[in-house]
T-cell receptor, first 115, second 112 residues
Framework: NAGVTQTPKFQVLKTGQSMTLQCAQD?????MSWYRQDPGMGLRLIHY???????DQGEVPNGYNVSRSTTEDFPLRLLSAAPSQTSVYFC??????????????FGEGSRLTVL | QKEVEQDPGPLSVPEGAIVSLNCTYS??????FMWYRQYSRKGPELLMY????GNKEDGRFTAQVDKSSKYISLFIRDSQPSDSATYLC????????????FGPGTRLSVLP
């Protein structure tokens, strides 16, 4: 099983550029989410989805956009990259019961640097 | 005050030592508690989870929850160099719209 797959693993952007981080899971999980991890800050939730066609904002959504057209995929779009978005991004998925997620399964992460 | 506090370390111990990792939290509504292990440049992986106060054991690992003190712990017995990683606590309210809250992680080094 591949689990949660994230691409790309590394990316360097210039300020103002846009890009999409891809996330795919093969566990038929309803719940998917994006986190960013910064030193001393822990994992902070950006956006999440409890099923295809349903998305919602997390703790730090500004500057990011998501969509969920299929159960398997949950891409994260950076609309106009800023140096403050330099971080490691993790996609995570989970089974859910009535929209309440269980244990999270994480991808390997995508390291983004914005110059 | 952050919702979940965790000493970032680093914590260095000799091989074979008992390790105690701790988190405190402020939200008394948290019902579901987890510990994740994260190796360098990897994603977090779930170690243990529990819903209730008390102890839960899995091999060399014991998770302890004290809801009255808002305090959770992870004990590692007979620590090994392969246990060297960052340990993240996470917790949540089991309710739609409520999400996981993570501690910043404690970096552990087990020296051979």
């Amino acid at each position: 099983n591949a689990g949660v797959t994230q691409t790309p693993k590394f990316q360097v952007l210039k300020t103002g550029q846009s890009m999409t981080l891809q996330c795919a899971q093969d566990m038929n999980h309803e719940y998917m989410s994006w986190y960013r991890q910064d030193p001393g800050m822990g994992l902070r939730l950006i956006h999440y989805s409890v099923g295809a066609g349903i998305t919602d904002q997390g703790e730090v959504p500004n500057g990011y956009n998501v969509s969920r057209s299929t159960t398997e995929d949950f891409p994260l779009r950076l609309l106009s990259a800023a140096p403050s978005q330099t971080s490691v991004y993790f996609c995570a998925s989970s089974y859910s019961v009535r929209g309440v997620a269980g244990e999270l399964f994480f991808g390997e992460g995508s390291r983004l640097t914005v110059l | 005050q952050k919702e979940v506090e965790q000493d970032p370390g680093p914590l260095s111990v000799p091989e074979g030592a008992i390790v105690s990792l701790n988190c405190t939290y402020s939200n008394s509504a948290f019902q579901y508690f987890m510990w994740y292990r994260q190796y360098s440049r990897k994603g977090p992986e779930l170690l243990m989870y529990t819903y209730s106060s008390g102890n839960k054991e899995d091999g060399r690992f014991t998770a302890q929850v004290d809801k009255s003190s808002k305090y959770i712990s992870l004990f590692i017995r007979d620590s090994q160099p392969s246990d060297s990683a960052t340990y993240l606590c996470a917790m949540r309210v089991l309710q739609y719209g409520q999400n996981f809250v993570f501690g910043p992680g404690t970096r552990l080094s087990v020296l051979p």
